[in-house]
Structures are given as C-alpha cells and as structure tokens.
C-alpha cells in the first residue's frame, strides 16, 4: 500500500501526467481555432474548417510528431487562414497550444504560398477519423497541428510543428510585446545571435525575465539564471541533453544534438543567458 504522502504525490504526478488527456476528453466536441489580431479576434470551429473550399488532402512523409510515419491530413494552407489580414513588416505571430507551449514563429515561414519553399498546413482532425497519439497511449497532435509537407525547402526545424494547437496571436512587434527579453545595448554580436537562437529553440517553452507565454519550464534569469548556479560544463550538458545531467523520466525538456543546435550557436545562446543575469528585471512574483 502506498503510504500517504506517496499516494498523493503519486497522484499529483498522474494528474499532470494525464492532465491533457483529460483536457482533451473534457474539451468541446467543436474546437476552435482562435487567431487574435489583439483588436480583433476570429474563432475557426473545426466543423467549418472541415467544410471549406480550400481544404485540401496532404501527405506529409518527414512528420516531426510522427516521425517514421507516413502521414495524411486534411488541411487548410495556413496563409488562407490569414489572407484578409493586414500584417505590418514588424508583425509578431505567435502560436499558443493546449500545454502551454507557446512562441513566435516567423511569418514569413508561416504565410509563405511560393512552391519553392515550405509551405505550412494546419492540418484538421476529423472526429470520424482520430490521428494516433504523439507519445503510445497518449493523445493526439490534434485537433489543430501545424504540418508542412516539404520541411527540407525552407530547413523548417522540429519546433516548428507545435501541435494540439489552439491558436495564432499576431502583435505589432515582439519588442512591444516583451521588452524584457531583448539583450541591453552594448550587447556584442554573440550576445543578439544567442538571442535570436534563444527567442527559437528555448522561449516556446520558458519564460525570460517572466515574460514570454512559454509555461513548460522554470523561467532562465529570474531569480537566479543558469549561468549563475550550474557551471558552464554542467550547463552545455543540460542542453545537449538533460537526461545526461539529471535524470527524470517525466522531463519534458528537448534535447538540442548537434545537429539542432551547433557548438558555436550554444555559445552564443550561454552568452546571452549569462547577459541577461546583468539585466535582471524586478516583478513581484505572480500568485495564483
Ligand atoms: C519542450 C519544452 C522545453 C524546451 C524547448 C526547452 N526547455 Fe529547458 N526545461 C524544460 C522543462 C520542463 C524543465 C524542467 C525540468 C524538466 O522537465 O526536464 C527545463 C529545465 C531547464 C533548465 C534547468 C533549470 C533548473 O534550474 O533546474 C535549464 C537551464 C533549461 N531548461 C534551459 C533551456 C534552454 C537553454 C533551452 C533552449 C536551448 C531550453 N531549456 C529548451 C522545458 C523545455
């Protein structure tokens, strides 16, 4: 028998464990997909996505969720979700998922409709017709996931496939947005490439200076940033892969190989994590 504060953090650990699984038992028979334009909002039901003319049947070979799987959907070009928008060159897009994972992702990659390049899909599952669960036994990529059929065009990286979507945010610039991420001039240039690689591979997931809409991990600066209390080796090791430096079976930090991430790119990301520890920004600390 389990003694009881065993049970409960067992418990707490299987409520977490399944929380999507129930969300997404508990969730609406007609999901939206919502995109926030901040003074104006459009909720996409799935029902009328499955109904509209540009729906098309894709096939997606490379599938970043499925990956050894022949994948088919049926799909809208993200750029029709957007066409009667008015998106300024300084535009953010955000996407925001059912587990909180949440980044900005490049417009220009997101509303591209030239062939040569990748173009993005969200890709819509049918009641009638369940994709399998991402991880065995766990739920699906759906009801809305952002696919892309041909990755290599445009070198579209695995994060950016953000699944179980549930939306698009789009804001006047990622400055206005969140200030307190940006490196505090002088930065050098390792320090502005560290970030650009930071807002990419980390953000969707953490917080800087408890802004971002990543809720998946501990925010990196405040009140202590990795470069202040796990040395440099330690830190590398983390990244390359987390299991390497602590094991946790139900992490859910990525790892970042080589082959994501170059030596020279985690250099320039610890630079800017070790600058940002410099320009730390004091908020009192959120309770719920
Ligand atoms: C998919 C989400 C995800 C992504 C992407 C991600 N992390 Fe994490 N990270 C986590 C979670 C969750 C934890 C908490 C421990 C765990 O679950 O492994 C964590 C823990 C950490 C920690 C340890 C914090 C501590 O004090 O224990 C550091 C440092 C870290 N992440 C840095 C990074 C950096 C740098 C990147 C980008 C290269 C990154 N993470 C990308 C989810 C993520």
Redesign the pocket.
């Known amino acids: 028998m389990l003694h009881g504060r065993w049970k409960y953090a067992f418990c707490l650990a299987w409520l977490i464990a399944n929380s999507q699984l129930l969300r997404a038992e508990d969730g609406p028979r007609d999901p939206v997909l919502t995109l926030d334009f901040g003074d104006a909002k459009v909720a996409y039901k799935r029902s009328e996505l499955l109904q509209r003319p540009d729906l098309e049947h894709i096939e997606v070979a490379a599938d970043a969720s499925y990956p050894g799987r022949k994948m088919s959907y049926q799909a809208v070009p993200a750029a029709k979700l957007f066409a009667n928008q008015k998106i300024s060159p300084q535009a953010v897009i955000q996407f925001q998922c059912l587990d909180g994972?949440s980044a900005p992702i490049s417009k220009e990659r997101l509303l591209n409709s030239d062939p040569r390049q990748s173009i993005a899909y969200i890709a819509i599952e049918s009641p009638d017709a369940p994709w399998p669960g991402v991880k065995a036994g766990g739920p699906s990529a759906g009801p809305f996931y952002l696919v892309w059929p041909q990755p290599k065009l445009s070198q579209i990286g695995p994060?950016e496939w953000p699944f179980q979507l549930v939306g698009f945010s789009l804001r006047e610039n990622l400055r206005q947005l969140y200030p307190a991420i940006f490196p505090v001039e002088p930065a050098s240039a390792e320090v502005q490439q560290g970030f650009t690689s930071?807002t990419k591979?980390?953000f969707?997931?953490?917080t800087m200076n408890r802004q971002g809409a990543g809720e998946?991990?501990?925010d990196?600066n405040v009140p202590y940033g990795?470069t202040e209390?796990?040395n440099r080796r330690s830190?590398r090791r983390?990244?390359r892969n987390?299991q390497d430096l602590r094991y946790?079976a139900?992490?859910?930090?990525?790892a970042?190989p080589k082959s994501s991430?170059s030596d020279e790119e985690l250099n320039h990301?610890i630079a800017y994590?070790a600058h940002m520890t410099k320009h730390k920004v004091a908020t009192t600390a959120k309770h719920h």
Do not use: A, D
């Open positions: 994972f994060e930071f591979n980390c969707p997931c953490h998946v991990g501990p990196l990795p209390y796990l830190l983390l990244i987390p946790y139900k992490s859910r930090m990525s970042f991430l990301l994590l």
